[in-house]
């Protein structure tokens, strides 16, 4: 639910951009105003972010979801029903830093609950849930119009994602990090991992990695100082590094202003129709890839992403660029965005998802899990933000040339050596970093 309502978040920009533009909005707002309801989520996840990495070693994940899921549902009602600028912007703030609180969390307890036999799986399910809120909000905001979407997508899935964690105990990394009975930590691996699993190695083995360098309530300051240690800084960079990419390779910002984009693209007389098709294809691709995930090398999969992606990002830039020439080839554009996004999500969207839950050490893990996202807030905020501003001085064509050029840098991060994490646990994949590791 976390990573759906996160998509939600970013694709709802796309739906209230284009109905508070309109000739028909309901809401009398500036450009510059709608501008800010859109980008200042990640301003909010931002702070979210901080916030988390100080209460989730504290609360553990799945304290944070149970008081956080209520305060995110509550922002989006005051967006629902909030009828002036300052209102719907204080909704927003509030559903931004409460997402911002338990995003980071829910991706690295998926790692850290989670067997090696299936821990890629369920982490690359992560970017099925985003793509399933992405296709939803759009279906929604063409169907129910922005405010009724905010109350569909706030109460209904916030209310499910705060049931469910009732029935959770939290992460047997997290208790024993903080010092709880042995008693709860076998509870806790038992629950994960089934009744005849070996509890008592897998408690040494955490022991073990979390080590001298382990810090119960170290500041940031602290968490980024232990950033010199090369077993640390390694895995750190990967994430930011792709990070980088995700937000401005093109498919992420083709999928949150859909609608916008959808209007310069022929084939359709609804912008929404392109988007829901979108996000459909998205979904579909996330969940196959989520499929064979296990069956596949991350350097083959990024490779793939690189070289595709460039080529549809070109493709699609130069479709803009001869528009007047090729009106009556409206579907290429329109091939080479579903072609951009695919990629993107069989590629580096799963990837990032599979990369966080692993890589992350144990000894800084909540702590510097809201180091990477504070990054990718800030980096989300640049890309909405800008985006308006740069079609307008660049046009559409000069934004996918930038994007063909992002795809390029990201087939030549494939060509480095990623960690081989197939059937390795959190511990095992700790030691790659201390020597030298190991190619897909």
């Not at 920009?13 to 309109?22: D, K, P």
């Not at 830093?97 to 829910?106: Q, T």
């Not at 300051?221 to 390779?249: A, E, G, T």
């Not at 951009?340 to 702590?367: D, H, Q, W, Y």
């Amino acid at each position: 639910m976390v990573p759906l309502s996160v998509a939600a978040s970013w694709a709802f920009g796309g739906v209230f951009t284009e109905q508070l533009t309109s000739e028909d909005a309901d809401l009398a707002l500036t450009a510059s105003q709608v501008s800010w309801i859109v980008a200042i989520f990640n301003i909010a996840n931002m702070v979210g972010f901080i916030t988390s990495s100080h209460v989730n070693p504290l609360l553990g994940t799945v304290r944070l979801v149970q008081i956080f899921s209520p305060l995110v549902a509550a922002g989006w009602m005051v967006m629902a029903f909030g009828g002036s600028f300052w209102v719907i912007l204080a909704g927003r703030v509030l559903v931004g830093v409460s997402i911002g609180v338990c995003f980071g969390p829910s991706a690295t307890h998926v790692g850290e609950i989670s067997s090696v036999n299936v821990r890629a799986y369920l982490a690359s399910f992560l970017a099925v849930g985003n793509c399933f809120g992405i296709t939803c909000t759009y279906l929604f905001g063409w169907l129910l119009g922005w405010p009724h979407l905010c109350l569909v997508i706030g109460t209904g899935t916030m209310a499910l994602q705060f049931l469910t964690s009732l029935m959770f105990p939290r992460s047997a990394r997290w208790l024993v990090s903080k010092g709880h009975p042995l008693e709860e930590t076998e509870r806790s691996l038992r629950f994960y991992n089934g009744q005849s699993y070996d509890v008592d190695k897998q408690i040494e083995d955490t022991k073990k990695s979390l080590g001298d360098t382990h810090k119960h309530n170290a500041t940031l300051l602290q968490v980024l100082r232990l950033l010199k240690h090369r077993h640390n800084l390694i895995p750190f960079s990967l994430i930011i590094v792709m990070h980088v990419f995700f937000v401005f390779s093109g498919g992420l910002t083709a999928t949150s202003f859909a609608p916008i984009v959808f209007k310069d693209v022929g084939g359709f007389t609804n912008p929404y129709l392109g988007s829901i098709l979108l996000g459909v294809v998205r979904t579909v691709t996330a969940v196959f890839c989520a499929i064979v995930i296990e069956k596949v090398k991350r350097k083959t999969l990024l490779t793939i992403n690189g070289i595709v992606g460039a080529a549809a990002c070109l493709v699609c830039g130069c479709s803009f660029y001869y528009s007047e020439q090729l009106a009556d080839y409206g579907w290429i554009p329109l091939v080479s965005i579903l072609v951009i996004v695919c990629s993107m999500s069989a590629g580096i969207s799963p990837l990032m998802a599979v990369m966080f839950s692993e890589l992350l050490p144990n000894a800084i893990r909540t702590k510097l899990s809201g180091a990477c996202l504070l990054f990718l807030g800030a980096a989300n905020f640049v890309m909405m933000y800008l985006f308006p501003l740069t079609v307008s001085s660049l046009g559409m064509y000069g934004v996918f040339w930038f994007f063909t050029a992002m795809d390029l840098l990201t087939l030549f991060l494939a060509s480095f050596r990623l960690p081989h994490t197939k059937g390795k646990s959190i511990e095992e994949i700790q030691q790659l970093f201390v020597k030298k590791h190991q190619p897909c």
